[in-house]
Every structure is written in structure tokens, then in C-alpha cells.
């Protein structure tokens, strides 16, 4: 089984920043593309940046040039480095994985149970 674990979230006043990070475990082939999303309360859940297996990187615009994604594949690992943090930050961060469990099988997305993050002013 495949289990995704984020970890670096918490409470930071505005202008701050913080660093989130979500390691893989379990067995698989290979990951492809990983990526953070956020749900604030009431809200659905939106992308806030991805990356590729060939570190290809793509932000919302609401987060660009304040955030920073990379990945460590030795690791298994995404990091989402937050600057310049603003109350509408505020949210429950999530990491997602496109991986292969197999050479040959599809690839299917799995997601961490979520770091939450808030923003106060």
C-alpha cells in the first residue's frame, strides 16, 4: 500500500512563512507528477502547484512568486516552500502523487491526509 505523509504545517502571522513536506512509503514503480492543492472551509479543493518528473514546475497565480515547489526523488519527497504568507493562505494543504506501482500498470493518483495551515493577521 502506497501512504503519503505530509508534515510542516501550523500557525504563522502574515508576511511569514513555513515549509510543508510529504514523503511516499509503500511500494511502487515510479512517480510521475506530484503536486500540492488546499481547501479553505466551504471551498473546493484547488491546485496550488505541480511538478514533473523532469522538474517541470506550474503554480496557481494567486501563490506565484511566493511559492516555491521541489521534489527529491531519492526521497520520494515534495517540498512547497511558502513566503510572504497572506490570511487567504489559510487552508488544509494537501500532496498528491501521480505514480506507477508497476513497470507496466497505470498510473494512479494517491493524496496525503492533509497539514493544516493558518495564516493570522
Known amino acids: 500500500q502506497v501512504r503519503l505523509v505530509e508534515s510542516g504545517g501550523g500557525l504563522v502571522q502574515v508576511g511569514g512563512s513555513l515549509r510543508l513536506s510529504c514523503v511516499a512509503s509503500g511500494s511502487f514503480f515510479s512517480i510521475n507528477t506530484m503536486g500540492w492543492y488546499r481547501q479553505a472551509p466551504g471551498t473546493e479543493r484547488e491546485l496550488v502547484a505541480t511538478i514533473t518528473g523532469g522538474s517541470t514546475s506550474n503554480y496557481a497565480d494567486s501563490v506565484k512568486g511566493r511559492f516555491t515547489i521541489s521534489r527529491d526523488n531519492a526521497k520520494n519527497a515534495v517540498y512547497l516552500e511558502m513566503n510572504s504568507l497572506k490570511p487567504e493562505d489559510t487552508a488544509v494543504y494537501y500532496c498528491?502523487?501521480?505514480?506507477?506501482?508497476?513497470?507496466?500498470?497505470?498510473?494512479?493518483?494517491?493524496w496525503g491526509q492533509g497539514t493544516q495551515v493558518t495564516v493570522s493577521s
Open positions: 498528491n502523487y501521480a505514480l506507477r506501482r508497476t513497470p507496466l500498470g497505470a498510473v494512479y493518483n494517491y
